[in-house]
């Protein structure tokens, strides 16, 4: 069982910088490969971005390339979303996520409660 909680979020201007965290608990946080989602009013949830379980490889949607950066710390049991140049349509409730190496993201087992990102024009 692993227990994730994301923090970071807030009010930004557009152009501005975010770092969301997602600390977690319980066992082997280094077996898992941690994805971020997110998802807008009235909108399905989306994928961001991906971040293999040793941090070998990251993936990115492509309205985020360039923009924001997935990373993690096996130590501190932590992954990291940096964001960049942050545009309103990037307003959201962003989740991280736990899943088996190589699942598809449906498959993620593990999910945390959010954190609220809003982007002001």
């Known amino acids: 069982q692993v227990q994730l909680a994301e923090s970071g979020g807030g009010l930004v201007q557009a152009g501005g910088s975010l770092r969301l965290s997602c600390a977690a608990s319980?066992?082997?946080?280094?077996?898992?490969?941690m994805g971020w989602f997110r998802q807008a009013p009235g909108k399905e949830r989306e994928f961001a971005a991906r971040?293999?379980?040793?941090?070998?490889?990251?993936y990115y949607a492509d309205y985020v390339k360039g923009r924001f950066t997935i990373s993690r710390d096996n130590a501190k049991n932590t992954v990291y979303l940096q964001m960049n140049s942050l545009k309103p349509e990037d307003t959201a409730v962003y989740y991280c996520a736990a899943g088996r190496p190589g699942s598809d993201y449906e498959d993620y087992m593990y999910w945390g409660q959010g954190t609220q990102v809003t982007v002001s024009s």
């Open positions: 319980g066992r082997a946080f280094s077996a898992y490969d």
């Open positions: 971040i293999t379980w040793n941090g070998g490889s990251a």
